[in-house]
């Protein structure tokens, strides 16, 4: 291991593990506000959102709109097998399957 | 041995040798044992269907981890040390992107924000307990162990040793992890081929089952709609910082709408 990994790991660990551990450290009830409270259920969704969009739409720097990117269509048959399934694994089963499917498809 | 002793439960075989002379079957001390035990085993059993569903993540992240880049000393050490799944994938992701630590670091921190909505939420359940019990509660926190551990404190207030329940579910969930992140990784180290489709592919569509279950009403439609698009516009900006600033656009707007409806739907009340 690099010490740049370690730096990198370390850093993850000590923000992680001071957001988990902040409010259980101090004996006092702290109450988030509720503005705060309603705010963080938005951001998972909206990280992993804003991270896979460009994902699909730029699969290698460049735009790429068109029935022939496996990667968008591949994407959009996952969406559309999480809304029916609602099943993780399901999910990423249907979704990989379409874009190997694609990819032979398309040569 | 006596043959008696093999209609004794496991869990006093296993004290009986530190206790003093005297103390009966039912002392406070052995059946203090016994919940603590069933505790434990409780929470590992309650948490064994999230489990399965950790499975296919963890195997994916350690096949994305070898295509990354990052070493495999190091993909398991973020596994053993963060212990947190999807902003492991970030990480995976942004590292593969050549993103300066810093960043990493901060998006890591956004991600797993949520956290301490949990502690908030354990918090009078476990104000309680020593440090000793505290720290490695907070250190083993997820969304799998919390959803758990929450639903149960919810329905039993009572119990004084609901904090080995969610120590059981917690250790269940980090063993859980580790193994399939290990599988995970020796997949990608033995088949090369999928190192190189790995990350591309596997991460977008990780990402979107994991998104789906959050998009139940109008304003996470709006929150994720805003953070993809702004997600696009910010694509060229250095260090994919792009990915912070469309993560808050889309809390805002999400939140924006929450409270729009919300205002709106009191005044028609009024």
């Known amino acids: 291991m690099t010490s740049g990994e370690w730096g990198l790991i370390l850093g993850m660990m000590a923000v992680t593990f001071g957001i988990r551990y902040l409010l259980l450290a101090l004996a006092d009830r702290i109450a988030i506000p509720r503005l705060m409270e309603a705010a963080l259920q938005y951001i998972p969704p909206a990280v992993l959102t804003a991270i896979t969009v460009p994902a699909v739409l730029l699969p290698e720097g460049k735009w790429f709109i068109s029935w022939t990117n496996p990667y968008l269509m591949a994407a959009l048959v996952a969406t559309l097998a999480g809304i029916l399934t609602r099943s993780l694994l399901a999910t990423i089963a249907i979704g990989l399957a379409a874009f190997f499917g694609l990819q032979m498809l398309y040569g | ?270």
């Open chain 2, 1 to 270: 041995m006596p043959a008696t002793d093999l209609t004794i439960p496991e869990a006093v075989v296993i004290i009986s040798p530190n206790l003093p002379q005297g103390v009966s079957l039912t002392s406070p001390l052995q059946s203090k044992t016994a919940s603590q035990r069933q505790e434990l085993l409780a929470g590992a059993r309650d948490i064994l269907p999230l489990l399965l569903g950790a499975a296919p993540l963890g195997l994916i992240y350690g096949t994305m981890a070898v295509a990354s880049g990052l070493s495999t000393a190091a993909a398991m050490a973020m596994s053993l040390l963060v212990f947190a799944g999807s902003a492991q994938f970030v990480a995976v992701g942004l590292v593969a992107a050549r993103t300066p630590t810093l960043i990493i670091i901060a998006t890591t921190f956004v991600v797993n924000l949520r956290h301490m909505l949990y502690s908030a939420t354990l918090l009078p359940h476990l104000r309680h307990l020593p440090q000793r019990w505290r720290i490695p509660l907070a250190f083993l926190l997820t969304d799998e162990s919390f959803a758990v551990t929450v639903h149960r404190f919810q329905k039993e207030k009572g119990s004084p040793y609901r904090h080995w329940y969610q120590l059981g579910a917690s250790v269940a969930m980090y063993l859980n992890w580790q193994v399939w992140c290990l599988v995970g990784l020796v997949i990608g180290e033995r088949i090369p081929g999928v190192a190189s489709w790995g990350l591309d592919v596997a991460m977008p569509i990780a990402f979107i089952g994991m998104t789906i279950p959050f998009v139940r009403n109008v304003p996470m439609v709006v929150c994720v709609s805003t953070a993809g698009a702004c997600g696009l516009l910010t694509v060229g900006l250095p260090y994919r910082l792009g990915i912070i600033i469309s993560a808050l656009a889309g809390v805002l707007a999400g939140l924006l709408t929450e409270v729009t409806a919300r205002r709106r739907k009191e005044a028609v009340q009024s």
